[in-house]
């Protein structure tokens, strides 16, 4: 279950303040009650031995053309709120500051032209701010990156959808309905490690939208090109509308 504390933040300047984030101590400050909760399933390790392993072409070879026009750490921030309304009055070089994780969202404008919405796609990398605690034995605690996934490609994707359906400027309404994280390995193959050159790849796409509502799906890519896991998100997504007026003409 997931909390937001009572009262701000012990540091409030570190929010606004040109790549700062909140400092560790918040998350011991007095919570609300839980405004979300995930129910999780488990299963035991296995070797890759046991029966089949198969994925698509890594996300770094289909766009390697694009991702190779710039360093990954040259690409803007992933934005605080995917709007296009909003990045326009707000501007789109707001950093994306974020619990975790560096974010960088790719420019994917030029391949999306002239696609339909559901062959549309987003890119985001990522990468660790700093390590994640240990769990004292073996120096990493992989379950705690799998929820730092969880965390990360849960940001914007509905929001995201929203601006492909032409709802950038007029979104009236947006929420997570339902959330599915499939992880495809094993645990320890989703530990993210300290490096320059260790970025995620988070790729969004939303194949289906309908009667108020829309599916947005992400892969998760490691650096190494594989397809770890499989995000599902049934979402609300639906322009504005102005409420009729109830004044007497």
């Not at 011991?28 to 995930?38: D, E, I, R």
């Not at 296009?84 to 404008?109: H, W």
């Not at 289906?208 to 770890?228: F, K, L, T």
Request: a negative charge.
């Amino acid at each position: 279950m997931a909390h937001q504390p009572a009262q701000p933040s012990t540091n409030p300047q570190a929010r606004v303040s040109h790549g700062g984030f909140f400092p560790p101590e918040d998350a011991s400050l007095p919570a609300l009650p839980t405004c979300y909760a995930s129910i999780c399933s488990f299963k035991s390790a296995e070797s890759h031995s046991k029966g089949a392993s198969i994925q698509d072409e890594p996300a770094q070879k289909r766009y390697a053309s694009i991702l190779a026009s710039r360093k990954p750490q040259d690409w803007p921030p992933s934005p605080i709120v995917d709007i296009d309304g909003l990045m326009e009055v707000e501007g789109a070089d707001q950093v994306g500051v974020f619990p975790v994780v560096d974010m960088k969202k790719v420019d994917m404008r030029e391949f999306n032209k002239d696609k339909p919405v559901y062959e549309r796609v987003e890119l985001i990398l990522y990468r660790l701010i700093k390590p994640l605690p240990s769990d004292g034995t073996d120096g990493y605690d992989a379950n705690a990156h799998i929820v730092a996934h969880a965390f990360t490609v849960d940001r914007n994707g509905l929001l995201m959808g929203a601006n492909h359906l032409g709802f950038g400027w007029s979104l009236g309404k947006a929420a997570s309905l339902s959330y599915s994280l499939v992880m495809h390995v094993n645990a320890e193959e989703c530990v993210m490690r300290d490096g320059e050159d260790q970025w995620w790849i988070q790729e969004a796409t939303f194949p289906r939208a309908g009667a108020g509502r829309g599916i947005v799906m992400s892969r998760i890519w490691s650096p190494d090109g594989v397809h770890v896991a499989t995000e599902y998100q049934d979402g609300l997504i639906r322009a504005f509308e102005e409420k009729p007026s109830r004044e007497k003409l």
